[in-house]
């Protein structure tokens, strides 16, 4: 059968002798393996369209497992995400999600239209731990693991100061967080962003000011709630971290020569 489908590129191996294997998440028909020929050769007229977060139209054949590539039309390259060392690293752990988190049936049009808008979000320059944090709650959500942040998850009081319990699925008011000793806490700011994220549509995501305390706070809420009931382990998390302390490393010697400029004042 042919295919006529808009799909992104979220994952491209090489295969044999200059072929690529690509896995696209597209709009309607869920995660697609299929092989691009010759696409590992720079003149090849598939090549372009195989690189990693391409964002197009493929048009393929498949009667079972791998399709086959036919042609293809980039509707949008995303190339900036491929340029800049950051951005690539954040949007391979967005593609790795989508690879590994979502069983195939799982893979469906919002989660694709969800990756689309992360994407655009990280190219035009918004926060990118923050676009990323909101996008591991779209696929917390879509695996079925979204954690329940209105009412406490054990007797339902929607008052008061709350901590996450991973475990349990969600915040525990006070009277119940000594049911889970490893509940964390966290700020009224990081509950806030939290129940935010859980109605946000990744489409909707505007510019938003986020503490470097409150940052903190959602990623070790939300990696809590992927490692404790997805257990990943993502090759693109950790070359993100590797990242994340080189450029912490980086700013430091920054900020003290800042600090000296000021005293100087
Ligand atoms: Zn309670």
């Not at 696409?39 to 393929?60: C, D, L, M, N």
């Not at 039309?73 to 590994?100: G, K, M, N, Q, V």
Request: charged share 30%; with cysteine; proline share 2%.
């Amino acid at each position: 059968m042919l295919y006529r489908i808009e799909g992104i590129v979220i994952r491209s191996t090489d295969y044999g002798e200059g072929n690529k294997i690509l896995t696209l998440l597209t709009d309607k028909a869920g995660k697609v393996g299929i092989i691009a020929r010759g696409a590992k050769k720079a003149r090849s007229r598939h090549s372009s369209i195989a690189q990693p977060f391409t964002y197009g139209e493929f048009v393929f054949f498949r009667s079972s497992g791998l399709g086959t590539l036919n042609a293809g039309e980039i509707i949008e390259s995303f190339h900036r995400l491929r340029e800049d060392l950051d951005l690539a690293a954040y949007a391979s752990y967005a593609a790795e999600l989508c690879d590994r988190a979502l069983q195939d049936d799982e893979a469906g049009e919002f989660i694709f239209q969800q990756l689309k808008a992360c994407f655009m979000g990280l190219a035009e320059g918004k926060d990118p731990e923050v676009t990323v944090n909101l996008f591991e709650m779209k696929i917390l959500e879509t695996a079925g693991y979204a954690p329940e942040l209105d009412v406490c998850v054990s007797c339902g009081n929607e008052e008061g100061p709350v901590r996450i319990s991973v475990q349990a699925g969600g915040t525990l008011c006070r009277r119940c967080w000594s049911r889970d000793a490893s509940a964390l806490p966290v700020s009224d700011g990081a509950l806030k962003l939290l129940r935010l994220f859980r109605r946000l549509d990744m489409r909707r995501l505007g510019s938003i000011q986020v503490s470097v305390e409150t940052k903190k706070q959602l990623k070790a809420v939300l990696r809590s709630f992927f490692d404790t009931h997805m257990d990943l382990r993502l090759k693109s998390r950790a070359f993100l971290d590797q990242l994340d302390r080189m450029n912490q490393q980086a700013d430091a010697p920054l900020r003290e020569r800042r600090s000296l400029y000021d005293d100087g004042k």
